[in-house]
Structure formats: C-alpha cells, structure tokens
C-alpha cells in the first residue's frame, strides 16, 4: 500500500429525496475533477463523510439491490462502493450529525452508534468523544452568533485537547467574511475540515463531492481507521477544493430553507 493523498468530501448528507445512484455519480464525476484539477493520480482514494441526521443514508446505500453502484465490502464504519460500468470506487465513512439543546450541530465521523439529540453541547461532544470519532463542530448560518457563538468558542477551546475539530461548508457564500472561530482555529495551526454540505432539496445532490479537502499519506486500500490515525496528526491547513456559493444561490437556498423549516419537513438537515 504505497502512501499518497486522499480526496475527501467531509460533510455529506443522503437525503432522502436524493436518488443514491444519481448522488453517487455526482460524487464521482465532482471528486474525479477535483483529482484532475489538482493533477493527482487516478487511483488517489475517494471518500465520502457521511453524517446522518435520520436519512438512513449508510443503511440505504446497504439496502441497495440493483442499480449502478454496489457496495463490494462493509467493515466496521467503511463502505466500500463499486460503479459496475467503469469500476470505480469510492468509500464511504457512516456518522452522525446531532442537533444539541441549544439548537446547534455536532458532526461524529467513524461513530458507531447514534446518538440522542437535544442534549446540551458539552453532553453530546462527550458523548461522540467516548465513541472515538472524529468529532466537529460544522459551521452554519445563524448559528455561531450571540450566546450560541459563545457556547462553540468555549467548546471549541475545552475540547480541542481532545481532537475536537471545526468543519466549513461549501454552503457559505464567498461574500461572508471567514467566520472568527474558524480563522482562529487556522491561526492555532488546528485544521478545518470541509465537505459540500448539500440541503434536502432534489437538485442539491449534484453538489456532493464539489466541496471538500485533501489528506496527504494515505494508501490506497485506507479505511476510516488509517484516515482517522492520520487525521490526528494533522496540523496547518490541508488543502481545500471547491468554491463557496454565489449571493443569489446563497440567499434563494437560505429562503427555501426558512420555508421548508416553517411549513415543510420540521427543522431542516
């Protein structure tokens, strides 16, 4: 297993409307230019983060019996998925996105078991720290301001010790200023994680795989545990790839969202 670089979208939701064959050729076709952009190797490993939050996107992807893309080999948290057509693969990681008590997310990569929402913060970082997974704190519009902000900071600088990590989206639009957790944690020299983020709208899963981050030092064969050994060891920056929103795309998901939260599907992913 010869060591290289990884291409990983590291915050990605199945939604249920999202068709899993549609979603995962979107991610091979958006990872695929990225590796081609950044002139890597076309065996450089693909991985998806997947963060549930009730889509049942790990046990769907399990479930499946027909389509293009099959599933060649499940251990622990890894799912390895195959095209028929071409052969080519891509890895899946299982997780959790929990909503806290005070309205906020936490993001479990690796974990094993879901965890109950509507705790407080510390409760559910603790709880995702227990289970050894790579635990973030993902930004999000709205949430990191007034004494919610205050809530992440003191988080963030309780359990980074302990590998707690934040995550940016390729949700947020280019004209918002970088958030001053995240600039904060990048001056620290701690690393930010980014994945695509895609809402829980039907034309969103073309955006799976557009966002996200190399690592640099994993062979080929990697699962999660060799990804997550790596991870600990990270400092700086890795390189990010993907652009952030334009205003208009930025404000019409913003209003669909603030719609759908009202009158739609409860409180959104």
Not at 122 to 147: H, N, R, Y
Not at 151 to 165: D, H, I, M, N, T
Not at 246 to 252: P, V
Request: a positive charge; glycine letters at 12%.
């Amino acid at each position: 297993m010869v060591d290289g670089a990884a291409l990983i979208d590291g915050h990605v939701h199945l939604h249920g409307c999202f068709e899993l064959d549609g979603a995962l050729d979107a991610a091979a076709e958006n990872l695929g230019k990225a590796r081609e952009r950044l002139d890597l190797p076309s065996e450089t490993p693909l991985f998806l983060w997947l963060v549930e939050a009730g889509e049942r996107g790990a046990e769907r992807l399990l479930e499946k019996a027909r389509g293009s893309w099959s599933v060649v080999e499940s251990s622990g948290v890894s799912l390895r998925l195959a095209r028929s057509s071409d052969g080519h693969r891509i890895t899946a990681i299982r997780g959790n996105q929990v909503r806290t008590a005070e309205d906020l997310e936490v993001l479990a990569v690796g974990s094993r078991e879901h965890v109950a929402g509507d705790l407080p913060l510390a409760a559910t970082i603790e709880a995702c720290l227990d289970q050894e997974a790579l635990v973030m704190l993902p930004w999000g519009f709205g949430k990191w301001t007034g004494s919610r902000a205050r809530a992440v900071s003191k988080a963030f600088e309780r359990y980074s010790p302990r590998g707690l990590r934040l995550a940016d989206t390729g949700a947020r639009t280019r004209l918002l200023a970088t958030p001053p957790l995240l600039a904060r944690s990048s001056a620290a020299g701690l690393p930010v994680f980014a994945g695509s983020d895609p809402f829980p709208f039907a034309n969103q899963v073309s955006k799976i795989g557009k966002h996200g981050f190399v690592l640099e030092g994993v062979g080929s064969g990697a699962g999660w545990e060799d990804l997550h050994r790596i991870i600990r060891t990270v400092e700086g920056q890795p390189h990010r790839f993907g652009r952030p929103l334009g205003s208009i795309e930025f404000a019409r998901l913003q209003g669909k969202m603030q719609v759908r939260k009202r009158f739609g599907e409860g409180r959104g992913p």
